[in-house]
């Protein structure tokens, strides 16, 4: 992998490349004036709006002095030590600066610079074999044998496998916040040239297709009794900063663009196709919602209906997952062992 | 009015290049009005939004208070450039504008009105392009959805101009004409002249919600002639413009108490629907405009029922195009348990309030005829008697003791006892799962069983409610059968420790009926809940609930029971106990593992050195 710029550098674009949130947490705690502009601006967005907070002289003047600092740019890395601690330093700021109620928010992580084609290679290597050549073998069992084979991936797998069919009693079906806790881990700590093998294999037929849909063991980490409202749901994602933060990552690098060749922003389908793993183990967690072999469906568990007169925007929402040709081509690309070639 | 002037879309975008001169138009934003007479003013606030938490005072961008339209009044140069792009990340730069709407003119800088709307500026790294450079496609329309919210009642206007101002400033060569492709009798008319497009009545939403036209723009440059279609939609918002009503005009329905007195019981279910939505995000709100009230002036009936709210989405059909409506559920729930021995009949009304409507049909009263039925606790006429194998061993269970109707019963505690008799022999007692709404007669002494003496015994059962005290009592007769087999010798205690059929019948063990344990011969297909095991007796174990008398000892029936490892392919049961599915024979060590195993090892073949061997 490229190395990434030295903490408050300067990138090829003149622009300051990014510190961790954690760290310019610190950065600014020792140096008095901006720990006690922190603090002041932490008081003004608590529980107000921006406008509110912008007509306050000294909310005015700790922000404008902030701005200048390493917090207000500072991001966060998927899987980092401190994740949490760090996406509550970035929210703390944003929340009360972005309203809170937009479409859109922009990611707290990092941009993703790796390409598919560094998985291809690697993938290529551990298993000794192009993963696009032979057509009739089943993707998606070859995957899980590769899985099984690295005893990482063996553990962690089989850990959330076990945790997630566990049955609690004849009401509780499962323990869906521990499979989800064993979810995450899986997907944080298991390199992705393993994860993304079962999760994004290609099919020709249904019993591999099914295999695919199940790889989440979505009976208990994605299913429930009612499908609540995606606007609710969203609303619930919100509340919780992991969650929202990774809804943003996926919304930045897998939100469907015209002004690309493959949908996606910036032609990075790693990117995308790792903001959709991280929000497995979520409220918000994705999943196949048929085991089709001609088209791939995604959605979040929820729908449009009782939306009132937000069904508009509830559908937009959920276009993003159903019908979004970003996320669709970035799997389709992955199963085939295509990646755009970009000259650096 | 409520909301006064409103906006027909939430988000406008554009480009933005660099250089272009002060004086460059770049959107046109419409507003729609409330009522006759309002006129719309427009004005932006003075901070632009660059990636969402920095702000920049705005130096370059105005709007035409009466037109709305969005122009330049500075030029972009490479510096300002570079300043707002300061904290973008993505290769695009976007900056965000917000626009309010006013009916009078706007004083001084309001940023803060609710009525407002946010343009978002893509900041292009590069002067405009050349318009011979542009497509078909970015000389007609912008890479925003053409989809458009009008509020239903309102007074027609003009609320989308399809021409881009930015473009016909850029390219005045260029012959650019648009055509609005409409259904016959659509209340949607374009004008040539403007390239706006107004909505010509005031809409239903709930005779239609949702129209879909095209918008046709045609490019002519010399003699090539292009042509681009895009969607143009538009939804109709929804306001409460419609009372509740009764399907079929049902207002009233039968709320029975008997046998279920449980809190939380639902009772009786009446429907109201209304031809308007009802969001259920947030759902707190919806609750609160849609109430259900009972009116009563008696403590008792508000202590003991409450009614629960739940709505959800329909559909109605009124002239072909499906538009939502809601169907709401008011159900009649018990707020607390109900003694048996209650009796009451009356009739229960509630108010149901569509409170954001403004009319005179805004309510309706359902009507639930409640009847608390008192139930009795009475056995069978007849007393019970049970016949008891002398060889049975403890943990045997002999059968079921059940007041009449006992399996109905809800949130009736009933309690049952031996009592006992004056003789020496108690061979049998009872048990009581904690929601069990029977009781297990099992073998609790097998010495007494075993005992010449004892031959018939008879007990007294008494069931008691809990909470009311009331009691019944009957006769059980208990009569021993059989006679005593001679023990095997080396028999482990528990049936389920043998793992062959032969073994497994000559021995006996804790809960068996008559002295020998019972081989259950399974499919043997997989892993199956149908698995071969030996037990007790094949109607209690296994049967895939680990029941009273079972949890007593492990040994009864580890199949059911067991919370250990269980060795070899297998499901567990629920809550992890027993063994729910198992390959071949499964065969358990009680308070040790449990082992489920195919036996492929045939014993005529192997004696009992091959088997050291292997």
């Known amino acids: ?299 979040p568990w929820c729908s449009c209906k009782g939306s009132g007169n937000m069904e508009e925007e509830c559908e937009k929402f959920l276009r993003d997952f159903t019908e979004n040709p970003c996320l669709r081509n970035a799997i389709q690309a992955f199963g085939n062992g295509t990646d755009v070639n970009l000259s650096p | 009015a409520a909301f006064g002037l409103y906006f027909p879309r939430k988000e406008y975008s554009e480009n933005v290049y660099i250089d272009q001169p002060a004086g460059t138009p770049l959107l046109r934003i419409h507003a729609l009005r409330d009522s006759h007479g309002e006129v719309a003013h427009f004005h932006l606030c003075q901070n632009l939004v660059i990636s969402r938490a920095r702000s920049h005072e705005n130096h370059w961008f105005q709007i035409r208070e009466k037109t709305g339209l969005l122009y330049l009044s500075k030029s972009l140069d490479r510096e300002d450039f570079n300043m707002l792009s300061v904290g973008n990340w993505m290769s695009l730069s976007k900056v965000m504008l917000y626009v309010f709407l006013s009916s009078h003119p706007f004083q001084e800088k309001e940023c803060d009105s609710a009525t407002r709307s946010t343009v978002l500026l893509s900041l292009i790294n590069a002067t405009a392009p050349v318009c011979s450079s542009l497509t078909a496609r970015q000389l007609c329309f912008t890479d925003m959805d053409l989809s458009f919210r009008i509020k239903e009642n309102k007074p027609p206007g003009t609320f989308h101009q399809l021409q881009l101002p930015s473009v016909h400033h850029l390219c005045q060569n260029l012959s650019i004409s648009y055509k609005l492709l409409a259904a016959e009798g659509m209340p949607f008319r374009y004008n040539v002249n403007t390239t706006g497009v107004s909505v010509t009545q005031r809409l239903d939403r709930e005779e239609r919600e949702r129209y879909e036209l095209i918008a046709k723009c045609t490019v002519r440059e010399g003699f090539r002639e292009m042509q681009v279609e895009v969607p143009f939609l538009v939804n109709v918002l929804d306001e409460d413009d419609s009372p509740p009503f009764l399907p079929n005009g049902t207002d009233t329905v039968d709320a029975v108490v008997e046998f279920n007195r449980k809190e939380g019981t639902v009772l009786a279910t009446l429907t109201v629907y209304d031809a308007d939505t009802t969001p259920i ?269 079972e949890s007593n000892d492990l040994a009864v029936c580890p199949q059911d029971c067991t919370s250990g490892n269980i060795i070899g392919g297998h499901g567990k049961g629920i809550g992890n106990l027993g063994i729910k599915s198992g390959h071949g024979i499964c065969y358990c060590f009680p308070r040790e593992n449990c082992y489920c195993e195919k036996d492929d090892i045939k014993e005529q073949l192997c004696d009992d050195v091959c088997k050291t061997v292997i």
């Open chain 1, 1 to 299: 992998l490229a190395g990434s710029p030295s903490a408050g550098g300067q990138d090829p674009h003149g622009w300051r490349a990014p510190v961790d949130c954690v760290r310019a947490n610190e950065l600014c705690a020792a140096e008095p004036s901006c720990s006690s502009r922190y603090r002041t601006l932490r008081q003004c967005l608590a529980g107000r709006d921006r406008n509110t907070m912008l007509a306050n002289k000294e909310c005015q003047a700790a922000l404008e002095v902030l701005q200048e600092s390493p917090l207000y740019d500072c991001r966060c890395k998927r899987g980092m030590k401190k994740e949490l601690q760090c996406l509550q330093i970035y929210w703390s700021i944003h929340l009360g600066l972005t309203e809170g109620e937009e479409f859109y928010e922009a990611s707290p992580y990092e941009p993703v610079t790796s390409r598919l084609s560094d998985i291809f290679r690697l993938a290529s290597i551990f298993s000794g074999m192009d993963p696009a050549a032979n057509s009739k073998s089943n993707h998606c069992l070859d995957a899980a044998k590769a899985c099984n084979l690295n005893d990482n991936c063996k553990r962690l797998r089989s850990g959330y496998i076990s945790t997630c069919s566990k049955e609690i009693s004849a009401t509780e079906h499962c323990s869906r916040r521990k499979c989800h806790k064993a979810l995450r881990q899986f997907f944080d700590r298991v390199p992705s040239e393993y994860t993304y093998r079962l999760l994004f294999c290609s099919c020709r037929d249904q019993a591999c297709a099914e295999r695919r849909r199940q790889t989440i063991v979505p009976s208990c980490s994605y299913e429930d009794k009612e499908k609540p409202n995606c606007l609710e749901l969203r609303n619930t994602c919100r509340t919780d900063h992991l969650c929202r933060s990774r809804l943003a990552d996926f919304h930045t690098n897998c939100q469907a663009s015209f002004q690309s060749l493959t949908s996606c922003p910036g032609d990075n389908y790693q990117a995308c196709l790792g903001s959709y793993a991280g929000l497995i183990g979520f409220d918000m967690t994705p999943n196949y919602v048929d085991a089709s072999t001609t088209s791939i469906t995604i959605s």
């Open chain 2, 281 to 549: 995000y947030p759902l707190k709100s919806s609750r609160k405009k849609y109430t259900g009230t009972i009116i009563t002036d008696d403590p008792w009936i508000s202590e003991t029922f409450r009614v629960e709210h739940i709505f959800d989405e329909i559909h109605f059909s009124p002239n072909g195009s499906q538009v939502r409506g809601t169907r709401h559920e008011y159900k009649l729930v018990l707020n607390k348990s109900i003694s048996v021995t209650d009796h009451r009949s009356f009739q229960l009304d509630v108010l149901v309030n569509d409170t954001e409507f403004h009319g005179p049909e805004r309510s309706v009263m359902l009507h639930f005829n409640v009847s608390i039925l008192p139930v009795s606790i009475q056995f069978p006429n007849t007393s019970y008697q049970f016949s008891v194998n002398r060889n049975a061993e403890r943990f045997a269970q002999i059968g079921k003791i059940c007041i009449e109707n006992c399996m109905k019963f809800c949130g009736v505690n009933i309690t049952y006892k031996l009592l006992s008799s004056n003789t020496s022999c108690y061979p049998v007692s009872i048990l009581q799962g904690r929601e069990d709404k029977y009781g297990s007669l099992y073998v609790n002494d097998s010495s007494a069983l075993r005992r010449p003496e004892c031959k018939e015994i008879q007990y007294t059962v008494q069931a008691i409610d809990e909470q009311s005290r009331k009691h019944t009592k009957t006769l059980l007769t208990i009569v021993l059968e059989g006679t005593l087999l001679k023990k095997e010798e080396d028999c482990p205690d528990s049936c389920a420790v043998s793992k062959h059929p032969v073994e497994c019948e000559e021995c006996g063990g804790l809960g068996v009926l008559t002295g020998r344990c019972q081989w259950r011969q399974g499919s043997g297909k997989g892993i199956t809940t149908n698995y071969s095991t030996c037990t007790p007796s094949i109607k209690t174990c296994p049967d895939g609930i680990c029941d009273v008398i």
